[in-house]
């Protein structure tokens, strides 16, 4: 099963990479600087990165499953977990028009699962 899902993962990122790369290099031509081409472009880069992750997550889930993956315990920061976790839901936001404020405390540590 791990290696389907692994085949079928690779076979779904090889053209998503692909749309991602053409992306970002039309978002660097000045005619697709301003405008509706260029929200188009940020909406077409922002899907491939959600895709990637959707795809990614199938994965990691059965390589769980399978006990493939192996975990360790290590501290870290939680500003900086929860910063980076926004980030990676930045598009998503904006898609939905959501705005989040942040208002973190300094130096909270978390134990947190690290996978390998």
Do not use: W
């Amino acid at each position: 099963m791990i290696y389907y899902v692994s085949s079928v993962s690779h076979d779904l990122k090889t053209p998503l990479t692909s749309i991602k790369m053409f992306t970002e290099i039309l978002k660097e031509q000045d005619n697709f600087k301003t405008g509706i081409t260029n929200e188009y472009l940020e909406i077409i880069e922002g899907e491939t990165d959600r895709l990637t992750r959707l795809i990614n997550n199938v994965l990691n889930y059965s390589k769980i499953v399978n006990g493939i993956k192996e975990y360790s315990f290590v501290r870290i920061n939680l500003n900086d977990c929860i910063t980076e976790s926004l980030r990676i839901m930045e598009y998503q936001f904006m898609m939905e028009n959501f705005r989040a404020e942040i208002f973190l405390q300094d130096n909270i540590l978390l134990k947190r699962i690290r996978i390998q």
